[in-house]
């Protein structure tokens, strides 16, 4: 049994994903979560409000890191630079814990109610970008915009990165922005001569 609540919702977190790849998340109850981690259901209960959240813990931690790391950027960047620092800075933790990402990322992906709570926490930590953005200065409107056209890039560059590890997730951050400045480059109109 486990001694500490580290270890027990360390415990529960494995047992939930172990399960959740064997039977699949629909049909894993919290109680059997609850005795392969080997703690009663209201243990359970006590580290996590129901099932899904078993697999978004952190939101919070990376919620904190990410305004931190946008607060934290050098004044002088706009708010594309001071978004992308920040997401290098979160990808440095998410590429050392990449071996225990994928079967998550896996079981989400196959997982429609899991996929829902995902976009529901993008959306929860796009808007935490955007009050980070505004807090730097940016104009309300603006840092929505950036920061919403920011986590696409983010994401586009994750996804890119699972799909193929070979190259390293700050190339495909780094990237993915030099894509969307140039988009947004040749989006503009020219300019009228005359």
Same mark, same amino acid.
């Given at each position: 049994?486990?001694?500490?609540?580290?270890?027990?919702?360390?415990?529960?977190?494995?047992?939930?994903?172990?399960?959740?790849?064997?039977?699949?998340?629909?049909?894993?109850?919290?109680?059997?979560? *609850?005795?392969?981690?080997?703690?009663?259901?209201? @243990?359970?209960?006590?580290?996590?409000?129901?099932?899904?959240?078993?697999?978004?813990?952190?939101?919070?931690?990376?919620? =904190? @890191?990410?305004?931190?790391?946008?607060?934290?950027?050098?004044?002088?960047? #706009?708010?594309?630079?001071?978004?992308?620092?920040?997401?290098?800075?979160?990808?440095?933790?998410?590429?050392?814990?990449?071996?225990?990402?994928?079967?998550?990322?896996?079981?989400? =992906?196959? @997982?429609?109610?899991?996929? #829902?709570? #995902?976009?529901?926490?993008?959306?929860?930590? @796009?808007?935490?970008?955007?009050?980070?953005?505004?807090?730097?200065?940016?104009?309300?409107?603006?840092?929505?915009?950036?920061?919403?056209?920011?986590?696409? *890039?983010?994401?586009? *560059?994750?996804? =890119?990165?699972?799909?193929?590890? *070979?190259?390293?997730?700050? =190339?495909?951050?780094?990237?993915?922005?030099?894509?969307?400045?140039?988009?947004?480059?040749?989006?503009?109109?020219?300019? #009228?001569?005359?």
């Amino acid at each position: 049994m486990p001694r500490s609540g580290a270890e027990a919702r360390r415990r529960l977190q494995q047992a939930a994903l172990e399960l959740y790849q064997e039977r699949g998340f629909d049909q894993t109850t919290a109680a059997e979560i *609850a005795a392969r981690a080997g703690v009663n259901e209201r @243990t359970f209960f006590r580290h996590f409000p129901d099932k899904r959240e078993v697999l978004f813990d952190g939101e919070a931690d990376l919620r =904190a @890191t990410l305004m931190q790391a946008v607060a934290e950027a050098p004044g002088s960047l #706009e708010p594309f630079d001071a978004l992308l620092c920040a997401f290098r800075e979160s990808a440095r933790n998410l590429e050392n814990h990449r071996p225990s990402s994928d079967p998550r990322w896996k079981v989400i =992906a196959v @997982t429609p109610a899991l996929r #829902e709570r #995902e976009l529901a926490k993008h959306a929860w930590l @796009t808007d935490a970008v955007a009050e980070a953005l505004r807090q730097r200065g940016v104009g309300a409107g603006t840092a929505d915009l950036a920061a919403r056209t920011g986590w696409a *890039a983010y994401q586009h *560059a994750v996804q =890119a990165w699972v799909d193929d590890p *070979a190259r390293g997730l700050d =190339a495909r951050l780094c990237q993915a922005f030099d894509d969307l400045r140039a988009l947004s480059a040749a989006a503009l109109p020219a300019p #009228e001569s005359g």
